[in-house]
C-alpha cells in the first residue's frame, strides 16, 4: 500500500543554487541532479520494474527529466540521474512490495546504485518520511519513537558516503505532517477528541513527525561540523506543508482532507486510478475536474497546486 511511502528527499546538487520560485526565468546553475527518496520524487524507477508511473516533476529547476536509474534503456544521464522508488524507506524492511506497497530500493540500496553508475561514468560533472508510515502499521508510539534514532543514524551514513564518494551540495527536506494525509484517518472510526486537531490531522503522528524533524535537523549540525567541504540545505517541508494545510481556504484550496483523484469519504478509500465497491455498486476512482482546488491528489501525495504553493514558501 502507498502509504507506506514517505522517506525524506536527498538530493545532490552541483554548483551554486539561485533561489526558485514559480516567476524564476533563468536557469538553474546546476548541470546535475541527484535525487534519492520515494514516490514524492520517483519519475519512473517503480514504472521501470513493477508498474507505471505518472509524469515526472521540478520543471522549475529548468533540466531536462531526470532518468530513473532503474530505466536506463534510452535514458540520458547527462543532467543526472534518479534514484527514487515509490515506497522507498531510509531502513530495510522485511515485506515486499506486493505485501504492503514497500519498495525493496531502499536508500541504502539507492547508495548503492549510485556508487555503481559513478563508477561506470568516467567524469561526474566533478562532482530521501516512509519509515515513519511504516513504523505507525507495524510498532506502538512507544517503539517507533525508540527507532528514530537508529532511522537518523542510518540516514546520516548514507549522506556520509555520498560525501566520501564526492558529493558535496546537499538539499535534505524533512518529513511532513504525516498526521494531515487523508489516508493516515482511513481506519480512525469516531475519534476521541482530542485525537485530531482543528484541521483533521491525527495529532499522535505530526508529533512523531515532529520529534524525528527535531533529531533530523540536530545531526544535520552535526555533519556540517564532520563533513567540512559540504554545503547541506535542511528545508523544512514540514513548516510549510502545514501552513498551507492550516489556511486552506484562505489560500483559496478546498478542505485538506478531500482528493482529487480516487475516492476518499469517511472510512472508505479507493485509490486512484483503481476500482472499489461502496454501498454495494462498483465505482470507478477517476480525478477530480478541478485538480488547482486541491491539496491532496490522491491521498498519499501533494497536487501540484499544492506542490507549487510548497515550493514557494520554502
Known sequence: ????????????????????????????????IYNFGDSNSDTGGISAVFEPIQAPYAELMRLPYLSAYLD?????????????????TIRRQNETIFQSGISPFSLDVQIVHFHRFQSRTEELYRQGQTDL??????????????????IINQFSAAVTRLYQQGARAFWIHNTGPIGCLPISTLYLRNPKPGVLDNYGC??????????????LKA?????????????????????????????????????PQKICCGLHEGNTHVWCGQKGIVRGAEVFGGACVNPLDYISWDGIHYSQAANQWIADHI
Open 72 to 88: 536506463s534503456i534510452g535514458s540520458n544521464f547527462r543532467h543526472g540521474a534518479n534514484f527514487a522508488t515509490g515506497g522507498s
Open 202 to 215: 491525527l495529532k499522535s503522528q505530526n508529533k512523531m513527525a515532529l520529534e524525528f524533524n527535531r533529531q
Open 1 to 32: 500500500m502507498e502509504c507506506a511511502a514517505v522517506m525524506l528527499t536527498l538530493v545532490l546538487l552541483l554548483a551554486p543554487l539561485k533561489k526558485i520560485t514559480s516567476i524564476a526565468i533563468a536557469p538553474c546553475d546546476y548541470p546535475a
Open 219 to 255: 545531526r544535520i549540525r552535526t555533519l556540517r561540523a564532520e563533513l567540512g567541504h559540504a554545503a547541506i540545505t535542511y528545508v523544512d517541508v514540514y513548516a510549510a506543508k502545514y501552513e498551507l494545510i492550516s489556511n486552506a481556504k484562505s489560500q483559496d484550496f478546498m478542505v
Open 133 to 150: 508510515a511504516v513504523g505507525f502499521r507495524q510498532m506502538s508510539i512507544i517503539q517507533l519513537r525508540t527507532a528514530i534514532p537508529d
